[in-house]
C-alpha cells in the first residue's frame, strides 16, 4: 500500500474529483486527517459546505476508492 503525506494525498484527491465532475467549480474539502477505521482506512476528508450533493456524493465514491491504494504517512 502506498503511503502519501496530507498534502500529496489532497493533490490526487483533487484531481480525482475533478475528473468525476467537471461541471462543478464550487467543491472543496479539507487535508486528508487521520481516522481509525476497522475496514482499513486510515484517513478521511471532510466536503466544504459549498459541495453539492451530488458532487459530495462523488467525493465519498473517490475517498472509498482511494483509501484501498493509500494510506496517510506518518
Not at 13 to 34: N, V
Not at 50 to 65: F, M, R, Y
Request: charged share 30%.
Amino acid at each position: 500500500m502506498n503511503r502519501l503525506d496530507a498534502s500529496d494525498l489532497f493533490v490526487l484527491l483533487e484531481r480525482a474529483l475533478h475528473r468525476r465532475s467537471r461541471d462543478c467549480s464550487g467543491c472543496a474539502f479539507s487535508l486528508p486527517f487521520r481516522v481509525e477505521d476497522e475496514r482499513g482506512g486510515n484517513w478521511a476528508v471532510i466536503p466544504s459546505h459549498t459541495c453539492s450533493p451530488k458532487c459530495e456524493d462523488i467525493l465519498h465514491e473517490v475517498v472509498s476508492q482511494l483509501r484501498t491504494s493509500y494510506r496517510l504517512a506518518d
